[in-house]
């Protein structure tokens, strides 16, 4: 974004080097995260005319007009640009065609060729710059994404504790506070909620303050209106469990620490619960270092241990598991089963190809699955299969059975803060290990208790 604006305020810089400003940005995030006021803030900041609409609008309106408004917003904005033009709720224009009921669709069909046609026919360098934003990705026209027309996207993500912090703040200046008010304390009471919420939690505390009569919003009056605002989250099915947190906290740790401690991973940069963000339920990103063409059987392996890793974590801690490692349990079992079938990678069934041709899927789906082997090679190759991940999950469990301090340690400041960079996690673990030949694990069930008190 910091690029849109600096292209807006300095057009020529750009131009007289060749370079073209990306064509459309998608801010891509939950509701209520500031979406439209980023894409304001950028205008603000350019100093240049903001066009707005909102995908559901079109939605609305009579065969053709919507079409006919998508071209009147094109024609405006080149006669004014430099200038921003900025479509809310993009999906309910931008859903991919072809799917739903049969019929009834044709307006937002037309509306969205339009903006297609729109989007290929115009000059970035002339200085119209595209942001739309939705909250529901996937269900976008692939279309609308390729290169060329909303190749950028920008996760906005709900904000962590430190963000929420700086977002209450902002609101807290609208209201007379009381001096003694911990605002950190009631960022940490408020995980999962987005800055319209945060605002709506400072409103609602204001209110109350007035209803007793008070000159200023106290502690008492936050704590009453977190409440409120929390019960009408949970009616929208956003329940923010602090059982869940713990088991995710430790989970994505089992990632972690299983990635840190294995030679040739790529580094952890970030780690997150942040509560129904925009990833379910939390993540932890790894940022490759370069770009790989080849993988080598033992960084393969080591992938697979990586992704077990959040499941041995949960058997560790809770002497229990949970659904969180679905997906995780998907793609360790996806690559192990292209080492056995593809890549030659397994000891009994030697260099041999197994994954059969698929040219053959579209002109005979049922056979999906089926490959030019014997039944009895389809036995071995599951056993073989399954021999991979169980050792990379002892593997995992291993690991974090030995760095059991800093992963108790690690969850306990990623559950208080919502996120850890991977730096921190590498100093805690120094900090551990210096420490190791005088305390060894004795200390961890102690931590455990006390955070499950
Ligand atoms: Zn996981």
Same mark, same amino acid.
């Given at each position: ?45 350019? @100093? ?90 996937? $269900? ?90 929390? +019960? ?14 713990? $088991? ?23 780690? &997150? ?24 059987? @033992?960084?393969? %392996? ?27 349990? &998907? ?42 082997? &014997? ?32 992963? $108790?340690?690690?969850? @306990?400041? %990623?559950?208080?803060?919502?996120? $850890? ?9 120094? +900090?551990? &290990? ?20």
């Amino acid at each position: 974004l910091v690029e849109v604006i600096d292209f807006l305020k300095e057009p020529e810089r750009f131009t007289s080097i060749g370079g073209q400003i990306p064509r459309g940005t998608l801010l891509v995030g939950p509701p209520g995260t500031g979406k439209t006021l980023l894409a304001k803030a950028v205008a603000g900041e350019s @100093k240049v005319p903001f066009f707005s609409l909102s995908g559901s609008e079109f939605v609305e309106m009579f065969v053709g007009l919507g079409a006919a408004r998508v071209r009147d917003l094109f024609k405006q904005a080149k006669e004014k640009a430099p200038c921003i033009i900025f479509i809310d709720e993009l999906d309910a224009v931008g859903k991919a065609r072809g799917f739903g009921a049969v019929g009834g669709h044709d307006e937002r069909e037309q509306t969205l060729n339009q903006l297609l046609v729109e989007l290929d026919g115009f000059d970035p360098n002339m200085g119209v710059i595209l942001i739309a934003a939705t909250n529901r990705p996937e $269900i976008l026209d692939p279309a609308l994404l390729r290169p060329g027309r909303f190749d950028r996207q920008i996760l906005v993500d709900r904000p962590d504790k430190p963000g929420r912090r700086d977002i209450l703040n902002v609101h807290l200046k609208k209201i007379t506070v009381a001096k003694n008010l911990d605002v950190d304390t009631l960022a940490g009471m408020t995980p999962g909620m987005v800055g319209a919420d945060l605002a709506n939690l400072v409103n609602e505390a204001a209110l109350l303050s007035v209803r007793r009569k008070k000159v200023e919003v106290g502690m008492a009056e936050f704590e009453e209106a977190v409440e409120r605002v929390v +019960a009408g989250l949970e009616k929208k099915n956003r329940l923010i469990n602090p059982v869940e947190k713990e $088991i995710v906290a430790y989970h994505e740790l089992g990632h972690a620490i299983v990635a840190m401690t294995l030679p040739e991973t790529d580094p952890v940069q970030k780690i &997150s619960i942040i509560p129904r963000g925009i990833a379910a339920l939390g993540y932890t990103m790894q940022v490759p270092t370069e770009d790989r063409f080849l993988m080598r059987r @033992k960084e393969l %392996l080591n992938r697979i241990a990586t992704l077990l890793g959040g499941r041995a974590a949960e058997e560790i801690i809770f002497d229990d598991i949970s659904t969180g490692a679905q997906n995780d349990l &998907s793609r360790a079992t996806d690559i192990a089963r292209s080492m056995v079938k593809e890549y030659g990678m397994s000891g009994n069934l030697g260099q041999v190809f197994f994954a059969h041709k698929k040219q053959n899927q579209f002109l005979n789906p049922t056979q999906e699955g089926s490959g030019d082997y &014997s039944a009895m090679t389809a036995h071995l190759i599951d056993k073989e299969i399954r021999q991979i991940i169980d050792e990379q999950y002892e593997r995992a469990l291993e690991i974090l059975r030995s760095k059991r301090t800093i992963l $108790i340690r690690a969850a @306990k400041s %990623l559950m208080e803060s919502e996120t $850890i960079q991977g730096e921190e996690l590498v100093a805690l673990e120094a +900090a551990v &290990s210096k420490h190791s030949d005088f305390s060894d694990d004795t200390d961890a069930p102690d931590d455990r208790n006390a955070l499950a008190a």
